[in-house]
């Protein structure tokens, strides 16, 4: 799920269906990833977070899944709803001591 | 809680015009952080603070850009002279944690430069 410029990476699905959504990270070092779902003039609200102990961590309709060995981080909405319509960012914190960093997103659109 | 709260929501200005964003953290939130959202490079950390603070401000485009936190519920960040190129949308999160966990993000201010 990285920029490509002025365009984000869209997924379009179809109410009732599960989504995934993607991010490759930078960071071998980095131990703690998070999900931010951003609705249209709104601020990012936090989702959904991990730390690199595990494998896999489940929410409510949201599950976030980490691959360490490619980098990969994927978030898995379940029975997707019009109402997930928004832009996904992963954050993660590369190193101790250091602020979060924010992928550029990927927009979801839900279409009933 | 009310949340982050910025203000304003919109600004529109000309160039050249001095612009104040403001923002109010969660109260018992040590860190504040200021970020810019274009589309083409995303959120930027622009500068954050620690106990009013500013601990880094390396993201701080210009030195037309300024912010201060002259207390712990109250920041400002400022730009002097502006330009239609820091046209974006700036938002204020704040958290107990520099980047062990999450942030909570206000609605953001919509800046215009024309």
């Known amino acids: 799920g990285e920029s490509v410029g002025l365009h984000l990476p869209t997924l379009s699905v179809q109410e009732g269906d599960n989504s995934i959504i993607n991010c490759a990270y930078s960071n071998s070092a980095s131990d703690y990833f998070i999900w931010y779902k951003q609705e249209s003039g709104k601020g990012p609200q936090f989702i959904i977070d991990?730390?690199?102990?595990?494998d896999k961590r489940q929410g409510q309709r949201v599950t976030v899944l980490l691959n360490k060995t490619v980098k990969h981080l994927s978030l898995q909405i379940a029975a997707t709803q019009p109402g997930d319509s928004a832009v996904y960012f992963c954050?993660?914190?590369?190193?101790?001591?250091?602020?979060?960093?924010f992928g550029k997103g990927t927009m979801l659109l839900v279409s009933p | 809680d009310a949340g982050v709260i910025q203000s304003p929501r919109h600004e529109v200005t000309e160039m050249g015009q001095e612009v104040t964003l403001r923002c109010k953290p969660i109260s018992g939130h040590d860190y504040l952080f200021w970020y810019r959202q274009t589309m083409m490079r995303g959120l930027e950390l622009l500068i954050y603070f620690n106990n009013n603070v500013p601990i880094d401000d390396s993201g701080m485009p210009e030195d037309r850009f300024s912010a201060k936190m002259p207390n712990a519920s109250f920041s400002t960040l400022k730009i002097q002279p502006s330009e239609p190129r820091d046209s974006a949308v700036y938002f204020c999160?704040?958290?107990?944690?520099?980047?062990?966990?999450?942030?909570?993000f206000g609605s953001g201010t919509r800046l215009t430069v024309v």
């Open positions: 954050a993660e914190n590369i190193k101790r001591d250091s602020t979060l960093t």
């Open positions: 991990i730390r690199s102990n595990m």
């Open positions: 999160a704040s958290s107990n944690y520099r980047g062990e966990a999450g942030y909570t």
